[in-house]
C-alpha cells in the first residue's frame, strides 16, 4: 500500500519540490498549504502521474490546523510522513516568525499526532541559521539542557516573543530554528516509536533563498528528504549527515 506524506507549505519553494519527488516516487502527497493548495496539488498530478491532493493549512492557525486534521481524519487517512516544512524569513514580526517557524510546526505536530502511524516519520525544516553556536552562553545552554521541557520550552518562546524578539543574541528566525530543534529532541522522545528529526536544505535557490544561493531546489528537497525516510531520531542533519546544534 502507498504511504501517505503531508508537506506543509507545499505549494512553492522547497516543498512543492518535495511533494513532486515524493509523488514521483509512489507516495500519496498531501500539499498543505494556505494558498493554491489544489491548484498544485492539480499541476503537479499532470507533471508527474503520481497521486496528490490539496489541503488547505495555514500553520498559524489553530481553526485552520484543526478543520484540515478534521478533514483528513473523515477521509480515515493516516500519515506516514509529516514534513514541518512552512517557513518565513524576513517576512514578519517577531511573533508571526515565531508563530510559523516554531509553534507552527508544534500545532500541526500536536493536531496530526492521531492521524500519524506508529512507524511514521517527522520532519521539521531547520536552517543553519538556527545554529546554537548563534545564541548568547545562556540561551544555548537552556536549549541544549536534556531536561527541558516542552512546557518549559513553549514558555520562553512566548517569553521571546513578549520581549519583541530581544535578549538571545539572534534574530527571531535564527531563534525561532534553535527551538525547532530542541523541540525535535522533546518530541522524538514524549512520541517514540515515531521518529522526529529536523533537516536542513543549505542555503537554497528559492523566494525565500533569492537567486543568489548556491543550491538548487532539487539539492535542498534531497536534504530534507532524509527525514522522511530516517531510521534516527532527536537528530539535526543536512545532506543525510547529522550536524551539531
Ligand atoms: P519559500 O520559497 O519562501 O516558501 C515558503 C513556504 O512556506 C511557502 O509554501 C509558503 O506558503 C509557506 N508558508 C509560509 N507561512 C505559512 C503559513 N502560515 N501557513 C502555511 N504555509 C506557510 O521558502 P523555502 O526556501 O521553500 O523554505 C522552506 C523551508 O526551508 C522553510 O522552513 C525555511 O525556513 C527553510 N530554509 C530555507 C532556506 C533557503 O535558503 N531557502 C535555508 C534554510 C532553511 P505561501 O505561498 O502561502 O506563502
Excluded at 128 to 148: I, S
Amino acid at each position: 500500500m502507498a504511504k501517505t506524506a503531508l508537506v506543509t507549505g507545499g505549494n512553492r519553494g522547497i516543498g512543492q519540490q518535495l511533494a513532486r519527488e515524493l509523488a514521483e516516487g509512489g507516495w500519496d502527497v498531501l500539499i498543505g498549504a494556505r494558498t493554491n493548495a489544489n491548484a498544485t496539488a492539480t499541476r503537479l498530478r499532470k507533471d508527474t502521474g503520481g497521486r496528490l491532493r490539496g489541503v488547505e493549512l495555514d500553520v498559524t492557525s489553530d481553526d485552520s490546523v484543526a478543520t484540515c486534521a478534521q478533514k483528513l481524519r473523515d477521509g480515515a487517512i493516516r500519515i506516514d510522513a509529516l514534513v514541518n516544512n512552512a517557513g518565513i524569513y524576513g517576512k514578519g514580526d517577531t511573533a508571526l516568525t515565531m508563530e510559523t517557524n516554531f509553534f507552527g510546526p508544534l500545532r500541526v505536530t500536536l493536531a496530526m499526532k492521531p492521524l500519524l502511524r506508529d512507524d511514521a516519520t517527522i520532519t521539521n525544516v531547520t536552517s543553519g541559521l538556527g545554529a546554537l553556536a548563534n545564541l548568547d552562553e545562556a540561551h544555548r545552554r537552556l536549549l541544549r539542557d536534556p531536561a527541558l521541557t516542552r512546557e518549559a520550552l513553549v514558555d520562553h518562546m512566548h517569553a521571546f516573543v513578549r520581549a519583541g524578539g530581544r535578549g538571545w543574541g539572534t534574530d527571531a528566525y535564527g531563534v525561532s530554528k534553535a527551538a525547532l530543534n530542541a523541540l525535535t529532541r522533546i518530541l522524538a522522545s514524549e512520541l517514540a516509536p515515531i521518529r522526529v528529526n529536523s533537516t536542513c536544505p543549505g542555503w537554497v535557490r528559492s523566494d525565500m533563498g533569492g537567486r543568489n544561493a548556491p543550491r538548487s531546489l532539487e539539492e535542498g528537497s534531497a536534504s530534507v528528504r532524509f527525514g522522511v525516510t530516517a531510521t534516527q531520531t532527536g537528530k539535526v542533519f543536512r545532506d543525510g549527515e547529522e550536524i551539531a546544534f
